[in-house]
């Protein structure tokens, strides 16, 4: 870190800034520390603001999505004996996972040991890619000013992927051994090792779609959020159609007895985080009143459930296999 004395005067640049090193000394034009943000001055000034709601629901959405990823590689490979009680635990070990990982995840960001967060304010989309954005001095130099300007909504997610693999890895190593011996003793209908494999082979993805598309994906969770919570609840009435859940009283009772309650709840907290994202918290007394209709999609579905049948749009495709599954 640069030491030499020089005067408050404005940096080059979006995200270069000066440390205060006395009361009339400042530093050259660099890169402001982790947990610092330059401000219209050019000084570097820590990040001790209270975070904004939207950053405690960008960390519940990505930790929603990885919920959801989960659940989804245990449903598609585990998809013939989804009413066996072995699978149970894939079902509810990742949202108790995901749930300590939020946690964790806060505790350890300052202010530690707190659930509460400090974070940069965010005020564009280029601030999540500020390598983008190094100046060059004299059309020759170019000074580095890279570092965390959202700080920390850029590495609290890695930090929770970071929590989420380790309170995994001991269900992990209990599972494949538990497939090892399964697969030894010719009992590998009671257990399937993919779901832990693919799971392996999804987690660098996204780690590298975070790392790549952070900004993008902060500035458009909340719509992402009401699109998903929707298709689900698509999903869930179609799937129900394959298996001649037709009639009302059937479709409600798979809800509350069956599997499908997980994605009913999930939805329904995905499109509540949806709502008040875009709301931005402003008026929380008045908006919250409308909050209670995030309930009416499962509601919904099952009584309009028969008249959703895709039939027509795989007779359309062609696709005669998928059609006979719906002609009733």
Same mark, same amino acid.
């Given at each position: ?25 400042? *530093? *050259? ?93 965010? *005020? ?59 697969? *030894? ?144």
């Amino acid at each position: 870190m640069a030491t030499n004395c020089s005067e408050l005067t404005s940096c080059p640049g979006m995200f270069c800034g000066r440390l205060n090193l006395t009361n009339s000394c400042f *530093s *050259s034009c660099q890169a402001c520390p982790r947990g610092y943000r330059v401000d219209e001055d050019s000084l570097c000034r820590p990040c001790d603001s209270p975070a904004d709601p939207r950053d405690y629901l960008y960390l519940v959405f990505m930790g929603l999505v990885m919920l959801f990823l989960r659940l989804g590689i245990v449903t598609f490979t585990n998809w013939y004996k989804l009413k066996s009680p072995v699978v149970i635990p894939f079902y509810v070990i990742p949202a108790i996972e995901t749930t300590l990982s939020i946690i964790f995840t806060l505790l350890v960001l300052p202010p530690q040991g707190s659930v509460g967060l400090n974070s940069c304010r965010v *005020s564009s989309v280029n601030d999540f890619y500020p390598i983008f954005f190094n100046p060059s001095v004299d059309y020759v130099h170019s000074l580095k000013c890279s570092y965390e300007v959202v700080y920390p909504l850029y590495s609290m997610v890695f930090i929770f992927l970071g929590w989420n693999f380790l309170l995994h890895l001991p269900f992990l190593i209990t599972a494949l051994s538990y497939s090892y011996y399964a697969w *030894s003793k010719e009992k590998r209908e009671y257990f399937s090792a993919r779901t832990e494999y693919v799971w392996l082979i999804m987690y660098p993805f996204v780690l590298l779609i975070h790392g790549t598309l952070a900004g993008l994906i902060y500035y458009t969770f909340d719509y992402v959020t009401i699109i998903l919570a929707i298709g689900s609840f698509a999903v869930l009435s179609t799937s129900l159609h394959i298996y001649k859940f037709d009639d009302m009283k059937n479709t409600f009772k798979v809800y509350i007895l069956g599997i499908e309650w997980l994605i009913v709840i999930g939805s329904i907290i995905l499109l509540s985080c949806g709502i008040l994202s875009l709301t931005e918290w402003s008026d929380v007394k008045t908006r919250s009143y409308f909050l209670p209709l995030v309930l009416l999609p499962p509601l919904i579905h099952p009584v309009l459930n028969h008249f959703a049948a895709p039939l027509p749009v795989f007779q359309c495709w062609g696709v005669k296999e998928y059609a006979d599954l719906f002609d009733y």
